[in-house]
């Protein structure tokens, strides 16, 4: 409705939904509607807002509905996300509720009316459409379906969107892009739809992910631009010096109340950190798993893990700082660390390289 520019061929009557006791005309994308024009002033919708305010001056506008050669113009819809939204207000009990099931063909309608519904201000099919959406990912994950990756794209816009209405969906949709991403399937895929959708941790942790493939994957994948081989160099450049210098550099802390020697406390909790991250066989994460020094997360990830057994008694009880009142603090810290670099790791990846990084 903020735009009349319309195709000039002459517009197709929609199959489903040009009604014959229609008393109003729309056209989407070159498709008519013909409908009822108390069903969209339902819910509070700006259509019932625009059907309830005062006519123009000039009355006979061509914008009015009255028939297809005067139809409402919608602008930036496709017939059939505006199709959906219509099967959304018509639709028998029955029908809304077989859309629950997760089926990519549900997913997909219920994510165009979704995403109407909230462009509309229908609040209660809003609602409704996010938490048949929140339903069916479920079954899906329930019944290890795999989602198809332009679904789950969508899916996640619309969550984006959506706002409160779908803060459960969508950290149910970034838990499958981050198992997606720690698989390594489809990554310059998925870098490209987390650029998209503006989730930079999400991108960032793809970017990482693509980087540990290394060159030959990169030039093989023929989705991949320029401008991300750029950033996955710069990437690398920046890890690998990052990572060269992290056994030096221990997450700090703020000392329990009881820890009576601050110096000497973080003189030991420097040690243990170098013991942890050291890239010789002295290393305990090299014992346990071997990692590039590239890989900043996988890194973090075994250092909380060790330091979860060490804060646990399980592990290294003959070191200096087993005996400090700072162990579990510093097991925290080192959790922090790895949050903190999991949501920033895209700052590693720019398009030149970083001198630092804090």
Not at 127 to 138: E, G
Not at 234 to 260: F, I, M
Not at 323 to 337: G, K, L, R
Request: charged residues 25%.
């Amino acid at each position: 409705m903020d735009g009349l520019s319309e195709s000039h061929s002459r517009p197709i009557k929609d199959t489903d939904f040009y009604l014959k006791g229609g008393d109003t005309t729309i056209s989407v994308s070159g498709t008519l509607f013909k409908i009822h024009r108390d069903m969209l002033a339902r819910d509070g919708s700006v259509f019932n807002q625009m059907f309830t305010a005062d006519p123009p001056i000039a009355s006979e506008t061509d914008l009015d509905g009255r028939d297809e050669e005067h139809p409402i113009i919608l602008q930036g819809d496709t017939a059939d996300e505006f199709r959906s939204l219509l099967w959304s207000l018509y639709a028998l009990p029955q029908e809304i509720g077989d859309a629950s099931v997760g089926l990519d063909s549900n997913l997909l309608r219920l994510c165009f009316v979704a995403k109407l519904a909230h462009k509309y201000s229908f609040q209660t099919t809003e609602a409704w459409a996010t938490d048949a959406l929140f339903s069916c990912t479920r079954n899906h994950i329930s019944n290890r379906v795999e989602t198809p990756l332009d679904v789950l794209e969508k899916l996640t816009s619309v969550a984006i969107l959506c706002g409160d209405a779908s803060k459960g969906l969508l950290e149910m949709v970034r838990t499958r892009w981050k198992i997606l991403i720690a698989e390594r399937k489809d990554l310059a895929l998925i870098i490209r739809y987390m650029g998209q959708l503006g989730l930079r941790d999400l991108e960032g942790c793809a970017y990482h992910a693509m980087m540990l493939e290394g060159r030959d994957a990169w030039n093989a994948d023929p989705l991949l631009t320029r401008e991300q081989h750029i950033r996955l160099l710069s990437g690398h450049y920046n890890l690998s010096k990052y990572g060269r210098d992290l056994q030096y550099d221990p997450p700090s802390y703020t000392h329990n109340p009881v820890c009576n020697n601050h110096a000497l406390c973080e003189v030991r909790w420097a040690h243990l950190w170098e013991v942890i991250n050291a890239r010789t066989e002295s290393g305990i994460g090299m014992q346990a798993m071997p990692q590039d020094k590239t890989d900043l997360l996988g890194r973090l990830m075994m250092a909380v893990s060790v330091m979860k057994s060490f804060a646990e008694k399980n592990l290294l009880q003959n070191h200096d700082f087993a005996t400090s009142s700072c162990v579990q603090i510093a097991y925290t810290a080192t959790v922090e660390m790895h949050a903190k670099w999991s949501l920033d790791v895209i700052n590693f990846f720019s398009d030149i390289p970083l001198s630092a990084h804090s």
